[in-house]
């Protein structure tokens, strides 16, 4: 059975950095890509960037880009997502989905809370 | 302001049909697979469709997603009030090299 579990809320202040975790369990890790998506209070789905399967490429929103970095350590299959300089517009609920070779988000992490706030 | 552009919301009866339509241009749903996400309020999106017409397991046949050109279309049949929910499309832009999203679509049922 399939799983995808991030890791839990955050709070930061503005100009800070954020790194939310995503783990899968249930089938082979490293045959599948990982996107995250976020989405603010009452908006729709934003894609910020993903990590591609096998080589890990990575590829990043414009808007995002040198912002964010995408990683993920096959050892513990795990992937992750670290945001700089952080503002109140980035307050959102970010999603881990792990991506499959059509770029279809099969299977989605149970959202993580990023609250920005001095 | 989102890339692909969907209907804010639609409505229908319980037992009826509804479509939901989703626009884009030729370099991504005319270049690419389309997928339809649900989500219920609180909870994290949900595959629906993918590679345009392909259910995952577990989804039922009341959903269906086509294609034609740029644009693409998700229907539902016999409507139950748990299908309340917004749904979002989704693609690859191979000119942005990014998944695009629609705005969503709200989805109620009378």
């Known amino acids: 059975q399939v799983h995808v579990v991030q890791s839990g809320p955050e709070v930061r202040k503005p100009g800070a950095s954020v790194k939310v975790s995503c783990k899968g369990s249930?089938?082979?890790?490293?045959?599948?890509?990982y996107s995250w998506v976020r989405q603010a209070p009452g908006q729709g789905l934003e894609w910020m960037g993903w990590i591609g399967y096998y080589n890990g490429n990575t590829d990043y929103a414009q808007r995002f880009q040198g912002r964010v970095t995408i990683t993920k350590d096959k050892s513990t299959n795990t992937a992750y997502m670290e945001l700089r300089t952080l503002t109140s517009d980035d307050t959102a609920v970010y999603y881990c989905a792990r991506t499959a070779a059509g770029k279809d988000l099969d299977f989605w992490g149970q959202g993580t809370l990023v609250t920005v706030s001095s | 302001q989102s890339v692909l552009t969907q209907p804010p919301s639609v409505s229908a009866a319980p037992g009826q049909k509804v479509t939901i339509s989703c626009s884009g241009s030729s370099s991504n749903i005319g270049d690419n697979y389309v997928s339809w996400y649900q989500q219920v309020p609180g909870a994290a999106p949900k595959l629906l469709i993918y590679e345009n017409n392909r259910r995952p397991s577990g989804i039922p046949d009341r959903f269906s997603g086509s294609k034609s050109g740029t644009s693409a279309t998700l229907g539902i049949t016999g409507l139950q009030t748990g299908d309340e929910a917004d749904f979002f499309c989704?693609?690859?832009?191979?000119?942005?090299?990014?998944?695009?999203f629609g705005g969503g679509t709200k989805l109620t049922v009378l």
């Open positions: 989704g693609t690859w832009d191979s000119s942005l090299t990014a998944v695009v």
């Open positions: 249930g089938y082979t890790f490293y045959e599948y890509g």
